[in-house]
Nanobody, 120 residues
Framework: QVQVVESGGGLVQPGGSLRLSCAAS????????MGWYRQAPGKQRELVATITRGGTTNYADSVKGRFTISRDNAKNTMYLQMNMLKPEDTAVYYC??????????????WGQGTQVTVSS
């Protein structure tokens, strides 16, 4: 019904930048809020940022001022611009898509994840 696929992860040194992309396909009109989550080794999955279909954003305190979430509904793609990266940002980053109420589908869909490693 809906599929989301992340890309753009990689290795970057502290202070550097990366931009992640999440491409949605299938019944994309059913998608409401989208978000980025991350999971570091030995830690719980945590929210990074969310964005509604209309563009309202929300960020975790740890990334405010450094990360920017955006989406292009015409291209069915969500982005995460990550600047001033720190070693603590190292994690697998996952894309999530929430589905509008009233659709006979799962309430959310997850991507497979993309690895971000911040190290010198």
């Amino acid at each position: 019904q809906v599929q989301v696929v992340e890309s753009g992860g990689g290795l970057v040194q502290p202070g550097g930048s990366l931009r992640l992309s999440c491409a949605a396909s299938g019944n994309t009109i059913s998608i409401s809020t989208m978000g980025w989550y991350r999971q570091a080794p030995g830690k719980q999955r945590e929210l990074v940022a969310t964005i509604t279909r209309g563009g309202t954003t929300n960020y975790a305190d740890s990334v405010k001022g450094r990360f920017t979430i955006s989406r292009d509904n015409a291209k069915n793609t969500m982005y995460l611009q990550m600047n001033m990266l720190k070693p603590e940002d190292t994690a697998v980053y996952y894309c999530n898509a929430e589905i509008r109420p009233g659709w006979p589908t799962r309430s959310n869909y997850w991507g497979q994840g993309t690895q971000v490693t911040v190290s010198s």
